[in-house]
């Protein structure tokens, strides 16, 4: 983890124990999260599962999939709340519970993997200097402890996009073809990291899915640098499966499922 989110998460700490705090979903006092709150987002994260059928950037026209991803839980009630909380201040409590719902879900997606690597989405620049720290990096501290797994911090935000679909600004409120334009090109590994990656199975992790253009272009970024990307996890999916797809995540449900490599994308998005 970077030194930058160690002492962010080491600030925070100190702040919760100097200025009274509320539990960020129902306002009860003392706890960042109530007993309560937390036993909601430890049920609405025990059943990790697939949601990648939700997300249009990550599924072709006829249907296969170009990028299999594993949820941790929906974007919603508890967990929704915790996780904006947490991107915005990094509480140490909402921090170790939110790793433990994230471990569930790597646990899930790497059950048939050998050698797998954890490779992080970089946070815009704008992001990590309003907030002092990288969210996904804070949470995949721990996360890589409890499951004896590397991560592999390569993926670097790109200083120019290639094509007319670099565009400024975030990505909230736009929808599917708005988002791909805006991150296409985005990402990129730098070239003195490329050979820590290449040949390594890979599984892209995340905070939110919403379209899945972010992942998708860390997809891209990490392909062009020879990795195999076998999938990726995410803390919450905004489209939860319906019937029509999806499904929790089992020991017998076969892992992660396709390669990109088996599944690239036949055009751009």
């Known amino acids: 983890m970077r030194a930058a989110d160690l002492g962010a998460a080491a600030v925070a700490e100190l702040l919760a124990l100097a200025v009274p705090v509320d539990c960020v979903c129902c306002g009860a006092e003392d706890l960042v999260l109530c007993v309560a709150c937390e036993r909601r987002v430890r049920h609405l994260t025990r059943h990790p599962f697939r949601a990648e059928a939700q997300a ?78 990288s969210p996904v990096h804070l949470l995949l501290g721990p996360a890589s402890r409890l499951t004896d797994t590397p991560v592999l911090d390569v993926l670097r935000k790109s200083q120019w996009r290639r094509g007319p679909g670099g565009l400024p600004g975030g990505q909230k409120g736009l929808g599917r073809g708005a988002r791909a334009s805006r991150v296409r090109g985005s990402m990129r590994v730098p070239a003195r990291k490329a050979d820590g990656v290449a040949g390594r199975r890979c599984i892209i992790i995340d905070d939110v899915l919403t379209t899945g253009a972010t992942l998708a272009e860390a997809a891209r970024a990490l392909h062009e640098s020879g990795a195999i990307v076998a999938g990726a996890v995410v803390l919450a999916a905004t489209r939860p499966p319906d019937s029509a797809g999806g499904g929790t995540v089992s020991a017998e449900a076969g892992g992660m499922g396709p390669d990109i490599e088996k599944n690239k994308r036949r055009k751009d998005e």
């Open 56 to 133: 249009p950037a990550l599924m072709d026209v006829d249907g296969s999939v170009i990028l299999p991803v594993v949820a941790a839980g929906a974007y919603r009630d508890e967990l929704a709340q915790a996780v904006l909380s947490f991107k915005g201040h990094g509480q140490h409590q909402l921090r170790r519970v939110l790793s433990r719902a994230l471990v569930r879900a790597i646990a899930a997606a790497a059950q048939h993997e050998d050698q797998i690597a954890l490779v992080p989405v970089p946070s815009s620049a704008g992001a990590f200097v309003r907030r002092g720290f």
